[in-house]
């Protein structure tokens, strides 16, 4: 076990520098003798002796040691742009921490490759028709019915399941993250899915039954549970609003105890990179690398440039270069490295917003949608690799629907629909409406995002052609995301992506109950103010679905209902480069946030 | 000198809590708290989960209570925690000055063991082709973005010979002397380019200035040896300007550079502030930028004193009134 704090910069001890000294044989300081005169000469032997010392002492550098570390195939080395902010599982969602932590922890149940739900740590899931899980009639207080369903399942956790130190997972552990994810003073941002559970009833060491107070499509699976480990976090949970900065996922990562996967972290170097090495405790298919190591390089270049000299060996995907770097790369070097594509849920779009009178008309949304071509875009910036999207649900969920309204790039239909809209008076290029007023909208992105601000110039030649002005004002991501988007302050389109799980329900975005305002603190996300009961009544509808048939024929609906009313403007589903070298095998990239290291000890060599 | 040292100490102190004062209302008037951010990121938040974390990081109360809360503490010695490391702020501070201060120190001490011999051999023959030559370098120094000479050193050092690496402070499992020199050099030599090229032209031409003045010519005409005139009698004034600018690049030595630190992954404090910013960790972005604050204004004490060394005429003696 090794932990290396950055306080930990290395001693320049006088035996080294003497070492190093001796091996230069430097004689800087030795007077020179000089002629009276030549003082030219003096400064100008100062200077050479000076850069003679810089360059031995370079040369020292390079001399004593090899180029680049030696890459051996039981230690893989992967770069990440990212360093997570905390290790704790249950506080702050964010990718790289869930990339880094599914190599080192296992969760109760993920999404797999097909999308479905899966057991991790269960032995299975529950369902009704294996009899592991039963409605109940939710009551409250006095003990009168709600009228509301609520949902009892029960779930076995597998007998090989240990924590790194030999303790094994236990129901205990479930008990434990369960009050510590349902307390409002721990910090957990979504702790409201811990208050939804009701009660935990344990059974013994290894099966509980869930009492959740909502019966939900969702049931079957306990998606976003982590248990913690019982018995060394208690401590950090006596004072609940310290935990966060008590857990020892902060104050002592590299304690093997808090790790039940095939890997747990042997090193944090925080900022720069994560060792993992193989976890003895860990009953699973063995992983074929004694150790991995996670570098953080933000620069992208820098990170091409630290795969090219072997420094690292693999740029993952889910946390590296963008899908435009990733294409760059191929082109230089694709004959060394196997660059993989894997569209996923990430739904790149133009928000609408729907209080200012000109895009609260429909005909215009459509508009401009039809005047702009989202294959080519698709095409020439993204080679084809980015699908463009018709609705916010992606192609490979089980709810995608094709039979929904789906807008061509037609300009000539874009135009007559304006014509209709009112706007036909063309002045200087751009259209007006019989009260004058100019046809012109904001577009917004996140300033300094390189591939938006390229879509967003060419979406606004587009809009030229037909008479529309297009003005760009885009703002630092914090800006955008921190105050204009969330508080509902750009005024036409604002453009940026969704995140998602598969068959995640669109409440927050498109409910009219999320619409943010004062009055919720600004809660929600339906950012254009999108208001249709049909869309409020379906989400609802849904939610409680338990039969897959008839929750597809609602999801159909309420993709046809996105495509008939735009609120928004579809772009495509982006798409991540996973850049590996040749010999390695194994990492299939699913689409979807569950990241490729939660199949870690399938990944090989070859 | 004493009475001088302790004033300006008053001083600076009063500075630092003016500062405070501004940072943290600057910091607090940016547009998204901490909260805001989660909302934009995370679907579920609710508005009852909106008001229960704004109420547990303290973003409910106004902005003045807030600073007068964090200063109380300050002034206990508790800086409170950071938010984007779930660490008290001198934790996470201690190791990245550190950094930046090795890393800063040895790029500045190069430039100024360049810079100096190079200003004098250009100053002792203005016009000459060498000087010329300096010129040019000293320009193209200037010029050069400093992302754009880190990629260059990248490519050549690390990615086409293969000798250096290219970015990171050691190799895992390593950190010996040698290996973090290997990676230290591609930054220290990034950023000593610019410092070179600027301290090179402010030596040549302060060493230019001096060198006309009378008493170098009677140090000349008493029979002086030349060595002893440049270097004892000219450079000695030269510096003046010299010191002044290697006093304020002494602040940069804590607040860090950001482009080198991010561009080779160098955990300083410039990288540390930015991010602290942009994620809005208060505590962490107002302790770094004070800090930094803090080291300027010793810098510049430090170099009223070197002043008075370097040039005897000048008194910091408080004249009294009769």
């Known amino acids: 076990m090794r932990i290396s704090p950055v306080t930990d910069c290395g001693s320049f001890s006088s035996f080294d520098l003497i070492a190093l000294l001796s091996v230069a044989r430097l004689r800087l300081w030795r007077r020179p003798r000089v002629k009276p005169g030549a003082t030219a ?9 000076l850069l003679i010392a810089l360059i031995i002492t370079i040369a020292a550098a390079l001399g004593t040691t090899s180029a680049a570390p030696a890459q051996t195939r039981d230690k893989l080395t992967i770069g990440i742009t990212q ?10 969602s964010m990718l790289v921490k869930s990339y880094i932590l599914a190599m080192a922890r296992r969760q109760i149940s993920i ?123 208690e401590k950090a949970f006596v004072v609940p609003k310290e935990y966060r900065n008590r857990t020892l996922y902060e104050t002592d990562p590299t304690n093997p105890g808090l790790y039940n996967g095939p890997y747990r972290i042997t090193e944090v170097v925080p900022g720069s990179h994560i060792v993992l090495s193989r976890n003895a405790q860990w009953r699973g298919t063995a992983p074929a690398f004694n150790e991995i190591q996670v570098r953080t390089i933000e620069k992208t270049a820098a990170l091409e440039a630290n795969l090219l000299s072997g420094a690292i060996d ?16 191929e082109r230089r070097h ?43 875009i698709s095409d020439q910036l993204f080679a084809g690799k980015q699908p463009v999207a018709h609705s916010g649900v992606h192609p490979l969920d089980w709810t995608h629907s094709e039979e929904i309204r789906k807008y061509d790039y037609a300009p000539d239909k874009a135009r007559a629909l304006l014509d209709d809209a009112g706007w036909s008076d063309i002045r200087n290029g751009v259209r007006h409406n019989a009260a004058g007023e100019k046809l012109a909208l904001e577009i917004m992105t996140t300033a300094g995002n390189r591939v938006r601000e390229l879509v967003e110039q060419v979406l606004q030649d587009y809009w030229k052609a037909v008479g529309i002005e297009a003005r760009i004002r885009n703002q630092p991501a914090r800006v955008l995301f921190g105050e204009t988007i969330s508080k509902r302050q750009f005024t036409g389109l604002a453009m940026f992506a969704w995140l998602s799980a598969p068959e995640s329900l669109p409440r927050t975005t498109l409910h009219s109950n999320f619409i943010p305002s004062p009055a919720n603190s600004w809660a929600g996300q339906n950012y254009t103010g999108f208001n249709d009961p049909e869309m409020d009544s379906l989400i609802d509808a849904i939610e409680i679905e338990l039969d897959r048939d008839k929750r597809g024929a609602l999801w159909k609906r309420v993709q046809q209902i996105y495509a008939d009313r735009l609120p928004a403007i579809p772009l495509y589903f982006r798409a991540d480069g996973f850049i590996l070298p040749k010999w390695l095998k194994g990492v299939r990239p699913t689409g979807h946030m569950y990241t490729t290291t939660n199949w870690v000890e399938e990944w090989r060599v070859e | 000198m004493i009475g001088f040292i302790l004033t300006r100490a008053a001083q600076s102190a009063f500075v630092l809590l003016v500062m405070s004062f501004i940072i943290y209302v600057l910091l607090g008037l940016m547009p ?83 810079a100096i011999p190079a200003g004098i051999h250009a100053a002792r023959r203005p016009g000459s082709w060498t000087d010329q030559a300096i010129n040019l370098l ?6 050069v973005p400093p992302f754009w000479l880190a990629l260059l050193l990248i490519l050549l050092f690390a990615v086409s010979l293969g000798a250096l690496p290219a970015s990171g402070m050691q190799t895992i499992g390593d950190g010996g002397l040698l290996d973090r020199v290997r990676y230290m050099i591609l930054p220290t030599l990034t950023l000593s380019a610019a410092g070179i090229a600027g301290y090179t032209r402010h030596t040549r031409a302060a060493m230019i200035e001096v060198l006309r003045e009378d008493y170098i010519r009677t140090a000349r005409a008493k029979g002086l040896a030349e060595r002893r005139v440049v270097w004892r009698h000219a450079l000695r004034n030269a510096l003046l300007p010299v010191v002044t600018i290697a006093a304020l690049d002494f602040g940069s030595l804590f607040s860090g550079a950001l482009i080198t630190e991010t561009m080779f992954s160098w955990l300083g404090m410039g990288k540390t502030i930015y991010d602290a910013v942009m994620g809005n960790d208060y505590n962490l972005a107002l302790v770094g930028l004070l800090l930094a604050t803090g080291v300027t204004l010793v810098a510049n004490i430090l170099a009223d004193i070197v002043y008075a060394w370097l040039d005897p005429r000048i008194s910091y003696r408080v004249e009294r009134g009769s």
């Open chain 1, 41 to 49: 000469r003096v400064s100008a032997t100062v200077l050479s002796r």
């Open chain 1, 83 to 92: 360093f997570p902010s905390t290790l704790n599982p249950i506080i702050d």
């Open chain 1, 111 to 233: 999404f797999g490759h097909d999308w479905e739900a899966m057991c991790q740590l269960c032995t299975e899931l529950a369902t009704f028709d294996n009899g592991r899980a039963e409605a109940f009639d939710v009551v409250d207080k006095a003990g009168k019915p709600t009228g509301e369903k609520g949902v009892r399942t029960r779930f076995t956790l597998r007998g090989d399941a240990f924590w790194g130190d030999g303790v094994p997972v236990t129901t205990r552990d479930i008990v434990f993250t369960w009050k510590v994810g349902k307390h409002p003073e721990t910090g957990v941002a979504d702790y409201r899915s811990f208050q939804d559970i009701l009660d935990i009833e344990v059974h013994d060491e290894k099966s509980f039954t869930v009492v959740n107070r909502k019966l939900d499509y969702r049931y079957y699976a306990m998606g976003g549970f982590q248990p913690l480990p019982a018995h060394l976090e």
């Open chain 1, 314 to 329: 693999y740029i993952a995907g889910e946390a590296g270069l963008s899908l435009d770097q990733a294409l760059a790369f």
């Open chain 1, 334 to 376: 694709g004959d060394d490295y196997d660059v993989v594509y894997k569209p996923g849920l990430i739904y790149e779009h133009l928000d609408l917003m729907l209080d200012n009178p000109i895009l609260a008309d429909l005909p215009v949304r459509r508009a401009l949608i039809q005047a702009i071509d989202r294959q080519a």
């Open chain 2, 32 to 114: 998204g708290d901490p909260i805001d951010l989660m909302i934009g990121a995370d679907p579920n938040v609710t508005t009852a989960d909106i008001t229960r974390l704004k109420a547990l990081q303290g973003l409910d109360q106004p902005l003045l209570d807030r600073y007068a809360a964090w200063l109380a503490n300050a002034l206990k010695g508790d800086f409170g925690y950071s938010r984007l490391f779930a660490k008290p702020v001198l934790e996470v501070l201690g190791p990245r000055l550190l950094n930046s201060l090795v890393l800063m120190a040895i790029s500045l001490a190069l430039a100024l063991m360049v």
């Open chain 2, 138 to 143: 000293c320009f193209a120094g200037v010029s």
